[in-house]
């Protein structure tokens, strides 16, 4: 590969807490190797339209505790054409960038994996979603801060639901991966866990209504990932098939993506940001910076994207056995 001397950093798809972070932590390892960084603003889009913008160590002081990007993000749909790609590949010629780090989630690294492969541009992806759904990394980045959010508003919904004794079904973000679903039910004791992976004929509805609600047991709470209809569905199939139960139902929607991120999220982002500088040092090219055992790790790009993340089976038993 040749030698790197600039290169651009975006974020793409959903924002996460950390973000910022990672940005932070990209442009000053990249600085300190004396090495150019310029910020594409709206990520793919931004790159199409030519919003690029010389960085330096001043451009991401006092972000690293803020929510969200600071280079903001946006869908793209000339991105996913080949042409539209030709023009993103044009002006990364224009400010002549070596190497692109990407931040973002599977359609965003998914997008970078062609963008490299079209073009032959050496791409470092970092995982950032709060989904947690790519595959090879223990954690990404914004998870931790999602599941402490989502934790806290189960926390205050429970007191309402004690209050008058009602089934409350929580709807998260994850809608193909029930990472936030499974451990937030986990972490806030609720009666079940509705989740994507659950691929069993059961009937996941049947068995809460059958094992999960108690006499002794003056509330209940149900965590159910955005898919399928998500919370509303099971909620009016309560109302129809148990009428006894007063139901209500909570979408937590966009406030899981916001807020300050944890020190887990901005240590695991200043982590993966350095690891990507490092990356691009040792010649990699089109991989995904991942985190394995609290190690940094490297893995294909097209591994994490098209490889489903597994939820792991004992967290499913410690749902069931605790939720008696």
């Given at each position: 590969?040749?030698?790197?001397?600039?290169?651009?950093?975006?974020?793409?798809?959903?924002?996460?807490?950390?973000?910022?972070?990672?940005?932070?932590?990209?442009?000053?390892?990249?600085?300190?190797?004396?090495?150019?960084?310029?910020?594409?603003?709206?990520?793919?889009?931004?790159?199409?339209?030519?919003?690029?913008?010389?960085?330096?160590?001043?451009?991401?002081?006092?972000?690293?505790?803020?929510?969200?990007?600071?280079?903001?993000?946006?869908?793209?749909?000339?991105?996913?054409?080949p042409e539209g790609r030709a023009v993103a590949a044009k002006t990364l010629k224009k400010y002549k960038i070596d190497a692109l780090v990407v931040i973002g989630g599977n359609g965003s690294l998914s997008g970078a994996?062609?963008?490299?492969?079209?073009?032959?541009?050496?791409?470092?992806?970092?995982?950032?979603?709060?989904?947690?759904?790519?595959?090879?990394?223990?954690?990404?980045?914004?998870?931790?801060?999602?599941?402490?959010?989502?934790?806290?508003?189960?926390?205050?919904?429970?007191?309402?639901?004690?209050?008058?004794?009602?089934?409350?079904?929580?709807?998260?973000?994850?809608?193909?991966?029930?990472?936030?679903?499974?451990?937030?039910?986990?972490?806030?004791?609720?009666?079940?866990?509705?989740?994507?992976?659950?691929?069993?004929?059961?009937?996941?509805?049947?068995?809460?209504?059958?094992?999960?609600?108690?006499?002794?047991?003056?509330?209940?709470?149900?965590?159910?990932?955005?898919?399928?209809?998500?919370?509303?569905?099971?909620?009016?199939?309560?109302?129809?098939?148990?009428?006894?139960?007063?139901?209500?139902?909570?979408?937590?929607?966009?406030?899981?993506?916001?807020?300050?991120?944890?020190?887990?999220?901005?240590?695991?982002?200043?982590?993966?940001?350095?690891?990507?500088?490092?990356?691009?040092?040792?010649?990699?090219?089109?991989?995904?910076?991942?985190?394995?055992?609290?190690?940094?790790?490297?893995?294909?790009?097209?591994?994490?994207?098209?490889?489903?993340?597994?939820?792991?089976?004992?967290?499913?038993?410690?749902?069931?056995?605790?939720?008696?």
């Amino acid at each position: 590969m040749a030698k790197i001397e600039t290169i651009g950093i975006l974020t793409s798809g959903g924002d996460a807490p950390g973000m910022n972070a990672a940005i932070r932590a990209v442009t000053r390892a990249a600085i300190s190797n004396d090495w150019k960084v310029y910020g594409i603003y709206r990520g793919w889009e931004g790159l199409i339209n030519d919003e690029v913008k010389l960085f330096t160590t001043e451009s991401v002081s006092n972000i690293i505790q803020r929510g969200g990007t600071i280079l903001k993000t946006a869908r793209s749909d000339a991105f996913r054409t080949p042409e539209g790609r030709a023009v993103a590949a044009k002006t990364l010629k224009k400010y002549k960038i070596d190497a692109l780090v990407v931040i973002g989630g599977n359609g965003s690294l998914s997008g970078a994996e062609e963008l490299a492969h079209e073009h032959d541009i050496p791409v470092i992806g970092i995982p950032g979603t709060i989904d947690n759904d790519l595959y090879g990394t223990d954690s990404t980045i914004g998870y931790d801060t999602a599941l402490n959010t989502i934790v806290e508003c189960v926390d205050k919904i429970r007191d309402t639901a004690c209050s008058h004794n009602r089934i409350f079904f929580v709807e998260v973000m994850g809608r193909d991966a029930g990472f936030l679903a499974q451990n937030s039910a986990i972490a806030a004791g609720a009666e079940a866990a509705i989740i994507p992976e659950d691929k069993t004929d059961i009937d996941q509805l049947a068995t809460f209504i059958g094992h999960g609600i108690r006499k002794s047991k003056n509330s209940s709470i149900v965590i159910v990932s955005e898919k399928d209809g998500g919370a509303m569905h099971y909620a009016d199939r309560v109302r129809k098939e148990y009428p006894e139960y007063d139901v209500r139902v909570s979408i937590l929607g966009h406030l899981q993506r916001g807020g300050k991120p944890s020190a887990f999220d901005r240590i695991l982002a200043s982590r993966m940001g350095v690891a990507a500088i490092e990356a691009l040092k040792e010649g990699q090219r089109n991989v995904m910076i991942a985190i394995d055992q609290d190690q940094m790790r490297y893995i294909p790009i097209a591994k994490a994207v098209k490889i489903d993340k597994p939820i792991d089976p004992e967290l499913l038993t410690v749902q069931n056995t605790l939720s008696i």
